[in-house]
Nanobody, 115 residues
Framework: QVQLVESGGGLVQPGGSLRLSCAASGSIFSVYTMGWYRQAPGKQRELVAIITSGETTNYADSVKGRFTISRVNDKNTVYLQMDSLKPEDTAVYYC?????????WGKGTLVTVSS
C-alpha cells in the first residue's frame, strides 16, 4: 500500500507560479513511477506529467515548457513546479503512484488560476 498526500494548491493569478508536493508513505517510493494528473470541472481526468524511477519525464503538450516534475527519493516526495499559469490550468491536481498492477491516488489539491 502507498498513501499519497498532496499539498501546495491555491489561488494564483494568471502568469503566476505554484509548486505542488506529494508526500508518499507505506512502500518503497523509489521504484514507483510517479505522476500528476488533473481534472477540471466537467472534464475527464488527464495526465499532466510523469517521472519514472529512472527519472525519465513526460509531459502533456499543454504544459510543456511551463511545468516541471521532479522527485526526491530520500524525502519520498514528488513535486510539480508550475510556472506561467493560465486560467485553463484550473483543476484539482492528483498525485499518482504506479508499479505494475499497483496504482494509487491521492485525494487531490485544488489549483485555481484567476484574476
Amino acid at each position: 500500500q502507498v498513501q499519497l498526500v498532496e499539498s501546495g494548491g491555491g489561488l494564483v493569478q494568471p502568469g503566476g507560479s505554484l509548486r505542488l508536493s506529494c508526500a508518499a508513505s507505506g512502500s518503497i517510493f523509489s521504484v514507483y513511477t510517479m505522476g500528476w494528473y488533473r481534472q477540471a470541472p466537467g472534464k475527464q481526468r488527464e495526465l499532466v506529467a510523469i517521472i519514472t524511477s529512472g527519472e525519465t519525464t513526460n509531459y502533456a503538450d499543454s504544459v510543456k515548457g511551463r511545468f516541471t516534475i521532479s522527485r526526491v527519493n530520500d524525502k519520498n516526495t514528488v513535486y510539480l513546479q508550475m510556472d506561467s499559469l493560465k486560467p485553463e490550468d484550473t483543476a484539482v491536481y492528483y498525485c499518482n503512484a504506479k508499479l505494475l498492477a499497483r496504482n494509487y491516488w491521492g485525494k487531490g489539491t485544488l489549483v485555481t488560476v484567476s484574476s
